[in-house]
């Protein structure tokens, strides 16, 4: 779905990894990050541009190292400064031999350690800072920010050229995005009447992933019930099954 807040976050994200830079893109759980990150690699021509995704858990330094390895395929052994040599290495060839710059994109961000961010901001030193090679795309929820902000990444959050942020859908939004759901899944008509979707947008507040599950389930509980409409009633048992 093209909703226009998102077509923004994502334009951000587009202007700011196009000439090199680097961009952090922050915001609650469920609600667009990795779908917008899907958006950001195919709007980056693979023919200038190779996309590197790593979906971040709590790794070490060098688990971490290995792990960007892997997704740029580089060869992930050896001790941490040897793969952080051969990272940049990697990454200087693709920009000279391939011609094409890599951006690698970091999900879950939010899990990182300082320490392992601060590597990362050394993956993006070349030559002194006198040249920008890598792009670094950080996505994670909130706590991503302060991590951000506190005193010993300074480094890094300067490295940031842009911060993006997704926000809540609004109501009429989330009409859309139940309407467009509900396309994509095969069916000719929306089985939430506007009540339904007020239910909807006061219980699931706007967030993507609660306003999925909350939709499914209720939709569960009308086709039990033999209805081809959903009521606020079965969202309201549905809410019930699901936030206890
Ligand atoms: N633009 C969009 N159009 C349609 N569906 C979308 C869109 N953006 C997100 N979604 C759907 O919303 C749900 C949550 O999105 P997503 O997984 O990208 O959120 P997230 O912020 O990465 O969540 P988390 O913090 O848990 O990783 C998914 O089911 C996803 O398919
Ligand atoms: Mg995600």
Redo the contacts with the bound molecule.
Sequence with gaps: ???PF?DDALAGLLSTALPRMSAALT??????????LRRLRSGLPEARYHVHYVKVTGLSKRDMCREIAVACGAQPAGSYPMLVRRLQERFETTAHNEGRRPVLVL??SHELSPDVLGMLRILTNFDMDSRLVLSLVIAG?SPLRSLLARDDQEAMARRIAHYAQ?RLLSRDELAQ?VA??CAVAGSARVPFDDRTLDALFEIGRGN??AT?DLALKSLDYAATAGHTTVSVQHVIAARKDLWP
């Excluded at 915001?27 to 917008?36: E, H, I, R």
């Design positions: 779905l093209r909703l998102l915001a609650p759980a469920g609600t667009g990050k990795t779908a917008l999900d879950e929820q997704l995005y467009h759901r993507l992933r999925d």
